[in-house]
């Protein structure tokens, strides 16, 4: 596609309930991120996807964040058992090489309320 | 292990102004750096970036960074703001070993007519 997508755009929940947030990267990008963005703060890395390997979750808060990838496609993060300071913004990043110095295009995000 | 510092968490500035917008890092390799901005409603995109070549970087819409090993910084400069400048803009560094992106916690630009 033309660029990263998102879906959904609003995500309003209830606590305790579980969701899931969809990423689809631009094809033929074989990296892939998912960042976590609270209000008035930062970009935090949850997890990265390169190609086959195993995934990096160093960044995932608690084991109620899981994300996967089907191959070099699309991935999607569950929040299970959702919390009010889950709320933010969830943003997907997509490169085309794992290399550090690659341009990372994110995605418009996810905005996650959990009431 | 990588930080982001971005001093400043809005800054205003007349049309015409200069725009310096403040970023340091901590990193115990040679860092890669970036500038990300975010436009009201959209995706961040990437300004600039630094990867080891020259010190001075030139980006899009007038906009260049110049990475300062002995600072330890980063800083994004434009000579003259334009009202379509007003955003959210994002330091980021990562190194050659791992594919972490640690962004700094944003400086909103504000641009007065």
């Known amino acids: 596609g033309a660029g990263v997508s998102q879906s959904p755009s609003n995500k309003v929940t209830e606590k305790g309930k579980d969701v899931e947030l969809r990423c689809d990267p631009i094809?033929?990008?074989?990296?892939l991120y998912w960042y976590r963005q609270r209000l008035g703060q930062g970009l935090e890395f949850l997890i990265y996807f390169q190609g086959n390997s195993a995934p990096d979750k160093s960044g995932l808060p608690s084991d109620r964040f899981s994300a996967e990838r089907t191959g070099e496609s699309v991935s999607t993060l569950t929040i299970q058992r959702t919390q009010q300071e889950d709320s933010a913004v969830y943003l997907c990043a997509s490169s085309s090489t794992s290399v550090g110095t690659d341009t990372q295009y994110f995605g418009p995000g996810t905005r996650l309320t959990v009431l | 292990a990588q930080s982001v510092t971005q001093l400043g968490s809005h800054v205003s500035v007349s049309e015409g102004a200069l725009v310096l917008l403040r970023c340091n890092y901590s990193s115990s390799v040679p860092p890669y750096l970036f500038w990300y901005v975010q436009y009201p409603n959209q995706g961040l995109q990437l300004l600039l970036k630094y990867t080891s070549a020259a010190t001075l970087v030139k980006g899009i819409n007038g906009f260049e960074a110049e990475f300062k090993k002995s600072e330890t910084s980063f800083h994004l400069t434009k000579p003259s703001a334009h009202m379509s400048d007003a955003a959210e803009y994002f330091c980021a560094v990562s190194d050659k070993n791992f594919n972490k992106f640690y962004f700094g916690s944003g400086t909103k630009l504000n641009v007065k007519p």
């Open positions: 094809s033929g990008h074989t990296a």
